[in-house]
């Protein structure tokens, strides 16, 4: 379960974030000012930060610069309370990966911090141009290609080769459709999650040894997809 530690002194919304984090399934700490934030991370490991600007105390930019310069390199999603530009140069100077204004939309800040966490384990698990082996298929990223297993190569597209990468970096995880649609095609993506199912089917024709009764792209039912090596 991925951990997130939460530091935000508005009651409302802290409450409210907090609340729809854990319906997503989080574990999350919440500390209400920039000393309880230090703090915690010196005794728990997290895998984001979502950090308010304005705090009592130090603020957020002055948490972000203290945890970065302890060489904590957790991913740092930082609450501005402004949508102006010097706050948001700010908050990525003092070493956020990433920022919302408020008012944010909260599906937004649920997916932003799915984004700062398959960002962080996709780098730890491949490397972007190694070679994948996804069922019979070999899937070589420098060459954009995949050889099927009767050893014929196919040139992948753009979407192909990173929806390829994106179930790579996450087996045995559950993905929806609309996280698929957010890494592959973008946040204001047009497509549909019809979409999604047209490129799994043409994925499938290559990867599975039978695409009828897949057994690495398999469906999860009112939801998405799951990898399995
Ligand atoms: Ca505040």
Redesign the pocket.
Known sequence: MSRILLC???HLIGTMVRLNLQQDGYEVDWRKTGEAAVEALGGARFDVILL????PGISGIDVARTVRRQGVGTPILMLT?RDDTESKVQALDSGADDYLSKPFDMAELLARVRAQIRRSQGSLEIASNAELRMGGARVDSERRALQTDDGVWHDLSDKELVLLQFLAKNPGRALSRADILEEVWGMDASPTERTVDNFIVRLRRWVEADPENPCHIVTVRGWGYRYEP
Do not use: C, R, T
Not at 52 to 55: E, N, R, T, V
């Open positions: 935000e002194d508005d308010d600007i304005g705090l309370a």
